[in-house]
């Protein structure tokens, strides 16, 4: 490790190379070594269980960390909870905990949180490192340049058990994003855009790298917005080569190198980049300043469109299989053929989530709220992602900006994301939510999703139906350059009309 | 895990793309704590819709679902590969899975074979139209049989060996213990390890109240 790879490699390749414990023989998976292994209350309990049944332990718990965050209610979280059943499946996760030496931050502690943001923020996720967890969006952890994927409760048992992983071998898929994201656009239209254009399915088989001038210029946090949805794209990982945003934003955290070891890291850290002879099994190209405000109208990821767009006619699908699954949509979603995007109102608007609910999400939704009232009838709930964003929030006074504006401001957790609590969608409502996934139900029974960025989720909040920033009101011109934490030009209204 | 050969049972044709595994288990159910009794679960949402496929007599015993394109997206949930067994499927057919989804149904013995979407679509005719009709899965020879359709399917190779062989994953990684340990002993120091426990400033958590 530290030492420059004869071969030329992609940056995947390079952090497979270097956890390799044994290579597959006869067709037989390569063996990876797993540096972090993240675990939460839902795919755990019975990978525990099976280690019980068969008399083994953790191998090792100094790699091993649990929070509570599926299940955990966002009111109330200094009472019982109410629910017996996801009462029973924290406390079995505590249980857990204690029985195997794990460490564990539970409801109530300042680091629990969503799982994707309680590791990057303790500096426990690292660039080059391989991370695993119960849980598809692990693959947020790849902004850091990490190969991080979510894996299933068999491989959960696995990890604990023997802290290795058998792997079948990827593809790599480049995503280059050339050239400045526009104003009002976020790293989140940048992901929903990459999905459109190769669907839920094109990223099977593959771990995606991200890069080019608009990737390179996104925060850390911007980063993992995108790393984050790379299983929606069909892909298990999704990478951002380590730079110096990535160094900076690791400088100084809890679990953090330091001092000597911090050098050998960071030199480490900077072999990590695809060289320039390597090649790609196949690659994407985007232009960011194509890019506008993205909305999904369907009940997959992949059906989404620019807001400027209306719901397309189904007839005009040539595959068969899409048109039928577009036809059903439709009639999920209560949508009309042809009509605008921005004519749909919407009951509820959702900002969290393990995409959306770090500081910045947070800060982004204040600057678009500050100073005005939601639209009636909308409820808003913001959740921050791990009690850390809440306390920074707190410290900023954005809370107050949130409830000024009659949101609700609520403790953190996956929340209305996966409605495993009791934030949920009613039968027939519809949300407009900086989550995930718009899949049927996924948010409530009979609920309705349309995935948006924070400062689309703001200004529907503001006006009740789909809207961009550009069509508030501005009364002076606000800097939008923290924005979702990149660079962007300062927020002129005339010019942003067009977007 | 039981050993797989061969499986001859009900086909269901399921006649639709992207089944994600919100639809195939939603979350709800993902609160208990066992590894089986997920059989109510499979398909919740759409079993109310008393014209589901699995709600017709005909298909109710199924054993082999014959889905469409990408099948088992989204989430890493292994239950919905658990509600797929408890409810007594023993192999999934698609054009396409999901790369988590077709992992988890590896470990747990669920047969998932890819077929070219011509062979489904032919498959969904003939058991449309003869409902009830019987599917053998032949893991040895990787064929699917229905009436006079002959398919092949494509399933790694190191996935049907295990399947076949009904070995346990862990088991076959414990035997190679020492080069975990001597992998480990490679590691840089400055890796992070979360025990002991490093923080940021402790602050006490209140819980926050909806503003009256």
Not at chain 2, 39 to 62: I, T
Not at chain 2, 100 to 129: M, T
Request: with cysteine.
């Amino acid at each position: 490790m530290g030492k420059v790879m004869a071969m030329a490699g992609t940056l995947a390749e390079k952090v497979w190379r270097d956890h390799v414990v044994r290579r597959g023989e006869g067709g037989a998976p390569d063996l990876l070594y797993i540096d972090l292994h993240l675990v939460h209350e839902v795919t755990s309990p019975q990978a525990f269980e099976g280690l019980r049944l068969a008399g083994r332990q953790v191998r090792r718990p100094d790699l091993t960390i649990a929070t509570e965050d599926h299940n955990t209610p966002t009111l109330d979280i200094d009472l019982p909870i109410a629910d017996p059943t996801s009462r029973t499946q924290i406390q079995t996760l505590r249980n857990n905990a204690e029985e195997f030496g794990i460490r564990l931050h539970s409801l109530g502690d300042a680091d629990q949180g969503i799982v994707h943001a309680v590791g990057p923020q303790l500096g426990l996720t690292q660039p080059g490192m391989t991370v695993v967890c119960g849980d598809s969006h692990t693959s947020t952890h790849g902004a850091f340049g990490a190969l991080a994927f979510g894996i299933g409760t068999s491989e959960v048992e696995h990890v604990l058990a023997t802290q290795t992983l058998p792997l079948a071998p990827f593809k790599t898929m480049a995503i280059t994003v050339n050239g400045e994201l526009p104003p009002g656009t976020t790293s989140k239209d940048i992901i929903l855009a990459i999905i459109a254009k190769i669907g839920t399915g094109g990223g099977q088989g593959y771990v995606l790298e991200y890069r080019g001038e608009a990737i390179e210029k996104l925060s850390m946090e911007a980063r993992m917005t995108i790393c984050n949805m790379s299983i929606e794209a069909g892909a298990r990982a999704g990478m951002i080569a380590p730079d110096q945003t990535t160094f900076d934003y690791l400088k100084g955290r809890p679990h953090a190198p330091e001092g000597a070891d911090w050098d050998a890291a960071v030199e480490y850290w900077k072999t990590l980049r695809t060289d320039e002879d390597a090649t790609f099994d196949a690659e994407v190209v985007l232009e960011a300043s194509d890019l506008e405000p993205f909305v999904t109208w369907g009940t997959n990821p992949g059906q989404g469109l620019p807001l400027s767009g209306a719901v397309p006619h189904p007839e005009q699908i040539a595959e068969e299989n899409e048109r039928a699954a577009a036809e059903r949509a439709i009639e999920y979603m209560d949508l009309t053929p042809g009509q605008p995007l921005r004519d749909i109102k919407v009951d509820t608007v959702f900002i969290g989530s393990c995409t959306n609910g770090r500081i910045e999400d947070l800060r982004a939704v204040a600057k678009v709220v500050k100073g005005r009232k939601k639209a009636d009838d909308v409820r808003v709930l913001v959740v921050p992602a791990s009690a850390r964003v809440r306390l920074q929030a707190e410290a900023e006074g954005l809370d107050r900006i949130f409830t000024d504006f009659g949101a609700e401001w609520r403790n953190a957790g996956c929340s209305m994301c996966l409605g495993m609590n009791p934030d949920q969608l009613q039968p027939g409502e519809r949300a407009a939510s900086t989550s995930n996934r718009n899949f049927e139900g996924r948010q409530g029974k009979g609920g309705r999703t349309h995935l948006v960025s924070p400062l689309v989720a703001a200004a529907t909040a503001v006006r009740g139906t789909l809207s961009a920033v550009a069509d508030l009101e501005w009364d002076t011109e606000v800097d939008l350059t923290s924005f979702d934490g990149s660079p962007l030009a300062p927020l002129d209204p005339n010019a942003l009309m067009h977007v | 895990m039981e050993k797989f050969t061969t499986h001859t049972g009900t086909g269901v044709p399921l006649r639709r793309s992207n089944i994600d595994t919100d639809q195939i288990i939603p979350a709800v159910y993902l609160k208990r704590v066992t590894r089986t009794g997920f059989e109510d679960a499979l398909f919740a949402a759409w079993r109310s819709d008393p014209n589901f496929v699995l709600n017709n007599e005909a298909y109710k015993s199924g054993s082999v679902l014959v889905a469409g394109p990408d099948f088992g997206t989204g989430s890493s949930r292994e239950h919905a590969v658990w509600a797929l067994k408890d409810y007594g499927f023993k192999a999934v057919l698609s054009a396409r899975f999901a790369d988590i989804f077709r992992g988890n149904s590896g470990k747990q013995g669920l047969v998932a074979a890819e077929l070219a979407q011509e062979d489904i679509e032919l498959i969904w005719k003939a058991l449309e139209a003869e409902p009830g009709l019987a599917v053998t899965v032949d893991l040895v020879n990787r064929t699917v049989t229905c009436g006079d359709i002959v398919a092949t399917f494509q399933i790694d190779d190191y996935t049907r060996w295990r399947l076949m062989e009904g070995l346990d994953d862990i088991g076959l990684t414990l035997e190679h213990e020492a080069d975990i340990e001597s992998f480990e002993a490679s590691r840089a120091s400055w890796r992070p390890t979360t025990l002991p426990a490093k923080h940021l400033p402790t602050v006490p958590i209140e819980a926050a109240r909806p503003v009256t």
